[in-house]
């Protein structure tokens, strides 16, 4: 009832109390997104944090150590580069490399894609399953609050990168040992695939997701729950198979 009466009055949080509340009081970041539906502040933040990631890597790891270990982590990569000559195999990971370099500088761009993607898909089910009443902007910002703890990962991967990293180790997909996945390397990849959705940090904003959908669709937690899980649920069951299929 307070943070209600708080958006009713029109005060509200500046932008870097709602980051400092997401992870103290995200009950109250989430309001305010009723208020003002600004997400800057979360963007600016993850182009800072994505890019000293990039730069670590680059500078201590290397993209082409990076394309030698995810094709050591993948039975079809490793057989389809088997019948190059070793020049034609070292192009073809030159070639991924700079490829992989790219995006990873462009990973900015990529969350804003895969942002709005996640936006419409929470926006549409709100609305058209629960009639609720939210908009695409006000789901847009809460997912990039909601994210911000995942920006954590980014900080923890440029620390083990610094601190006695190993370059032959090192997998870009699961940089650090958050979740269950990043403890079993030798298992499948659609085992390793759906146990890396059992992430500390990623679970946590999947809780922050249940509140904040609660919040701006106004409907009770249980339901929030039920629509977020879902997807949730969706999602990993979809990337576990393709991980089967294409790994």
């Known amino acids: 009832m307070g943070d209600e009466a708080v958006v009713a009055n029109g005060a509200g949080l500046s ?25 800057w502040l979360p963007f600016l933040l993850t182009v800072i944090v994505s890019l000293c990631v990039t730069l670590s890597i ?3 790891t ?22 190059l000559t070793p020049e034609q195999r070292a192009a073809r990971v030159h070639g991924m490399a700079v490829g992989y370099r790219y995006t990873s500088y462009c990973f900015p761009l990529l969350v804003l894609l895969f942002s709005a993607i996640a936006a419409l898909g929470l926006w549409a089910t709100f609305n058209f399953v629960l009639g609720a009443a939210t908009t695409f902007g006000e789901m847009f910002c809460l997912w990039m609050y909601c994210s911000l703890p995942k920006l ?25 040992g958050t979740n269950l996945a990043y403890y079993l ?11 890396s959705f059992f992430d500390v940090i990623g679970l946590w904003s999947l809780v922050l997701l249940v509140i904040g959908t609660a919040i701006i669709a106004k409907v009770s937690r249980g339901k929030a729950a039920a629509v977020v899980v879902g997807w949730w ?4 069951v979809v990337s576990a198979a393709m991980a089967g299929v294409f790994s």
């Open 152 to 176: 954590l990962i980014g900080l923890l991967t440029i620390l083990t990168l610094f601190i006695g990293g190993n370059a032959e180790a090192f997998d870009l997909k699961n940089p650090v």
């Open 233 to 236: 649920v969706i999602i990993l």
């Open 185 to 195: 390397p030798d298992a499948s990849p659609w085992l390793k695939s759906a146990l």
């Open 62 to 83: 290397g993209f082409e150590r990076v394309v030698e270990n995810q094709i050591q982590a993948s039975p079809k990569q490793t057989d389809s580069l088997a019948s």
């Open 15 to 39: 932008q870097v109390e709602r980051v400092v509340d997401t992870f103290v009081a995200p009950s109250k970041t989430f309001t305010d997104i009723l208020r003002n539906r600004s997400w």
């Open 58 to 60: 680059d500078h201590q």
